[in-house]
């Protein structure tokens, strides 16, 4: 039954659309019967041509300007990426309902278009709204960059015509580039991937119907937090050069080696070591450097516990890096 119900409906709307521009035919055929007589008698000079035939261009131009102001504005609150032949027509195909009494069912129409496209109702009509919104703050702006360049006009302006244009042709920038940003809609669980290797960082992947999203992240330079009276002065110790303490500071190749150093103060061996050494002293069962692993691999469990309550990635946490495979082994 429902596609014999769908099919229906999609014949309702197209008798619509052609009850609709039928009746906007008559409605011009009876406006130029009215004023026929006037037209008759009308004997065009050249310059009226060219300014007939300027204002025609300009109509034109303004229709394609408000059709791509309409998929603009209907992609950037739609989920889905739109079709943007259908939406532009769906705008351009609509216009001819203005021309019936009350300028409203162009609207209806091009809801009624868009909606065949399966969007839905809400953000067909939240972008309706939006546009109508667009129109005179389009105006305000043209007459702004229109103004400085109007003579007398000029000259009483608080800013210099220049930099009023500058400033109103900034705001269409940034106006343009806000309604084409929008946070990207989530398909599924979050992913952590956390990068211990010659520094330290994370990556959270969100998967969006656009691809992966990987927003930017300097986690390792964020301040150790640490759950141990030896840690605690471990995180003394190697927030000493920079003031404080980070992450990295302790889960990084250079950091192997600041706990490696902190654990020959505390025995009061001054000798230090490579990253890559000490990992061979500790599988060769040195004392020294098999403590230095066991705190490294204490305090990524600690780090990694915490980034797992903020980031929430149901969908797993991913160790990478070299440090990361030497501390597994």
């Given at each position: 039954?429902?596609?014999?119900?769908?099919s229906?409906?999609?014949?309702?709307?197209?008798?619509?659309g052609q009850a609709?521009a039928?009746?906007?035919?008559?409605y011009?055929?009876?406006?130029?019967?009215?004023q026929?007589?006037?037209?008759q008698?009308?004997?065009?000079?050249?310059q009226?041509?060219?300014?007939?035939?300027?204002?025609?261009?300009?109509?034109?131009?303004?229709?394609?300007?408000?059709?791509q102001?309409?998929?603009?504005?209907?992609?950037?609150?739609?989920d889905?990426?739109?079709?943007?032949?259908?939406?532009?027509?769906?705008?351009?195909?609509?216009?001819?309902?203005?021309?019936?009494?009350?300028?409203?069912?162009?609207?209806?129409?091009?809801?009624?278009?868009?909606?065949?496209?399966?969007?839905?109702?809400?953000v067909v009509a939240?972008?309706?709204?939006?546009?109508l919104a667009?129109?005179p703050?389009?105006?305000?702006?043209?007459?702004?960059?229109a103004v400085?360049?109007?003579g007398?006009?000029?000259?009483q302006?608080p800013?210099?015509?220049?930099?009023l244009?500058?400033?109103?042709?900034?705001?269409?920038?940034?106006?343009?580039?806000?309604l084409?940003?929008r946070?990207?809609?989530?398909?599924?669980?979050?992913?952590?991937?956390?990068g211990?290797?010659t520094?330290?960082?994370?990556?959270?992947?969100?998967?969006?119907?656009?691809?992966?999203l990987?927003?930017p992240?300097e986690?390792?330079?964020?301040?150790?937090?640490?759950?141990?009276?030896?840690?605690d002065?471990?995180?003394?110790?190697?927030?000493?050069?920079?003031?404080?303490p980070?992450v990295?500071d302790?889960?990084?190749?250079r950091?192997?080696?600041?706990?490696?150093r902190?654990w020959?103060q505390e025995?009061?061996?001054?000798?230090?070591?490579?990253?890559?050494?000490?990992?061979t002293?500790?599988?060769?069962?040195?004392?020294?450097?098999?403590k230095?692993?066991q705190s490294?691999?204490?305090?990524?469990?600690?780090?990694?516990?915490n980034?797992?309550?903020i980031?929430?990635?149901?969908?797993?946490i991913f160790?990478?890096g070299g440090v990361a495979?030497?501390?597994?082994?």
């Amino acid at each position: 039954m429902e596609p014999a119900q769908t099919s229906t409906s999609q014949r309702l709307v197209r008798r619509i659309g052609q009850a609709i521009a039928i009746l906007a035919l008559l409605y011009l055929g009876k406006e130029l019967y009215q004023q026929w007589g006037g037209i008759q008698s009308w004997r065009p000079t050249a310059q009226q041509v060219i300014a007939v035939a300027a204002a025609a261009l300009c109509y034109g131009v303004a229709q394609v300007l408000l059709a791509q102001n309409w998929v603009t504005i209907l992609q950037a609150l739609s989920d889905a990426t739109l079709p943007r032949g259908p939406v532009f027509l769906s705008h351009t195909r609509s216009q001819i309902a203005k021309y019936l009494p009350g300028n409203v069912l162009h609207v209806v129409g091009r809801h009624l278009y868009v909606k065949k496209l399966g969007v839905p109702h809400g953000v067909v009509a939240r972008a309706a709204v939006l546009e109508l919104a667009s129109l005179p703050t389009a105006a305000v702006l043209a007459v702004g960059v229109a103004v400085p360049f109007a003579g007398g006009i000029a000259g009483q302006l608080p800013l210099p015509p220049s930099l009023l244009t500058l400033l109103v042709l900034l705001m269409m920038l940034v106006g343009s580039m806000l309604l084409r940003w929008r946070l990207p809609a989530l398909t599924g669980p979050a992913s952590l991937v956390i990068g211990v290797g010659t520094g330290f960082n994370i990556a959270p992947v969100f998967d969006t119907p656009q691809g992966h999203l990987v927003p930017p992240s300097e986690s390792g330079h964020v301040t150790l937090s640490t759950r141990s009276g030896e840690h605690d002065r471990l995180s003394d110790f190697v927030g000493q050069k920079h003031g404080f303490p980070s992450v990295e500071d302790v889960l990084s190749g250079r950091g192997i080696e600041n706990v490696y150093r902190f654990w020959g103060q505390e025995a009061g061996d001054p000798t230090s070591m490579s990253a890559q050494d000490i990992m061979t002293a500790c599988a060769d069962g040195d004392p020294r450097a098999r403590k230095t692993v066991q705190s490294c691999v204490e305090i990524l469990g600690n780090v990694a516990g915490n980034l797992a309550l903020i980031q929430l990635p149901y969908n797993g946490i991913f160790l990478v890096g070299g440090v990361a495979r030497a501390l597994s082994a």
